[in-house]
T-cell receptor
Framework: NAGVTQTPKFRVLKTGQSMTLLCAQDMNHEYMYWYRQDPGMGLRLIHYSVGEGTTAKGEVPDGYNVSRLKKQNFLLGLESAAPSQTSVYFC??????????????FGPGTRLTVL | QQQVKQSPQSLIVQKGGISIINCAYENTAFDYFPWYQQFPGKGPALLIAIRPDVSEKKEGRFTISFNKSAKQFSLHIMDSQPGDSATYFCAASIGGQGGKLIFGQGTELSVKP
């Protein structure tokens, strides 16, 4: 099993450009998440999904959109990139159970730079 | 609004020593407290987790101590090894809310040989 994979690994954008980050998981997990990681701020939840066709906002959703058309995929879109969106983006998935069974499995990350 | 505060930001420990990382939370509704370990260039991975109905959980050299009244929990790494050098994140979540994790700011641990 590949676990959680993310595409691309690196990307450089100019201000105002758009792009989509793809997350795929092969563990048949119900829940999927997008986080951003910035120095000194830990990981912050952008959007999440508790099942195919559902999405919800996290802590820092502004400037991002998501879609979960298939259970195994979770897409993160930036419609008009800004330098403040320079970050490392992580996707994660979990079975969807409660408490100690709800381990989140993270992908390797996408390093995005917006010039 | 940072609901989980983690300290220290960085930590240097000699091989064989004890590493201690602390976290404090505000929301008493949190009922799941995991610790994640992240190596450079990799995604975080679950290390150990605890629920508030126990005060301590031990897995090998890693122990979580939990103080519900003080709203604090900590990670202890016994006999620290250079291979433990990584960034550690505490987190908290509320059951039934989609498994959303609130992370602390992270602690960069360096274990010197």
């Amino acid at each position: 099993n590949a676990g959680v994979t993310q595409t691309p690994k690196f990307r450089v954008l100019k201000t105002g450009q758009s792009m989509t980050l793809l997350c795929a998981q092969d563990m048949n997990h119900e829940y999927m998440y997008w986080y951003r990681q910035d120095p000194g701020m830990g990981l912050r939840l952008i959007h999440y999904s508790v099942g195919e066709g559902t999405t919800a906002k996290g802590e820092v959703p502004d400037g991002y959109n998501v879609s979960r058309l298939k259970k195994q995929n979770f897409l993160l879109g930036l419609e008009s990139a800004a330098p403040s969106q320079t970050s490392v983006y992580f996707c994660a998935s979990s079975y969807g159970g409660a408490g100690l069974t709800d381990t989140q499995y993270f992908g390797p990350g996408t390093r995005l730079t917006v010039l | 609004q940072q609901q989980v505060k983690q300290s220290p930001q960085s930590l240097i420990v000699q091989k064989g020593g004890i590493s201690i990382i602390n976290c404090a939370y505000e929301n008493t509704a949190f009922d799941y407290f995991p610790w994640y370990q992240q190596f450079p260039g990799k995604g975080p991975a679950l290390l150990i987790a605890i629920r508030p109905d126990v005060s301590e959980k031990k897995e090998g050299r890693f122990t979580i101590s939990f103080n519900k009244s003080a709203k604090q929990f900590s990670l202890h790494i016994m006999d620290s090894q250079p291979g433990d050098s990584a960034t550690y994140f505490c987190a908290a979540s509320i059951g039934g809310q989609g498994g959303k994790l609130i992370f602390g700011q992270g602690t960069e641990l360096s274990v010197k040989p």
